[in-house]
Nanobody, 128 residues
Framework: QVQLVESGGGLVQAGGSLRLSCAAS????????MGWFRQAPGKEREFVAA????????YYADSVKGRFTISRTNAKNTLYLQMNSLKPEDTAVYYC?????????????????????WGKGTLVTVSS
């Protein structure tokens, strides 16, 4: 079992930056693939980014590629999402997620079905 708690959301102007954090707990958290998903008002949840357990492999949705960076520090059991050049369309609740993986073979399923464990989310609002 993995527990996930997000933090770092808030209100930011377009063009600004935010860094989200996700604290993971559980005996196997550091060995899990992890990711970020988001759900905008009135829309379905969508994949944002994923990272392998080692941090050596990362994957991004086309809509955030070049602007967002996913990273993790296993010694602290913490996942991050650095978000730069934010746009109003990035406004959403952002969810941290974890999965046994491996991410390389399951990345396609993450896009459609998400991961096994979820946090409660943190709201990011980007004003124009």
């Amino acid at each position: 079992q993995v527990q996930l708690v997000e933090s770092g959301g808030g209100l930011v102007q377009a063009g600004g930056s935010l860094r989200l954090s996700c604290a993971a707990s559980g005996r196997t958290a550091s060995s899990y693939a992890m990711g970020w998903f988001r759900q905008a008002p009135g829309k379905e949840r969508e994949f944002v980014a994923a990272i392998s357990w080692s941090g050596g492999s990362t994957y991004y949705a086309d809509s955030v590629k070049g602007r967002f960076t996913i990273s993790r520090t296993n010694a602290k059991n913490t996942l991050y999402l650095q978000m730069n050049s934010l746009k109003p369309e990035d406004t959403a609740v952002y969810y941290c997620a974890a999965d046994p993986g491996p991410v390389a073979t399951k990345i396609t399923s993450y896009y459609g079905y998400g991961m096994d464990y979820w946090g409660k989310g943190t709201l990011v609002t980007v004003s124009s």
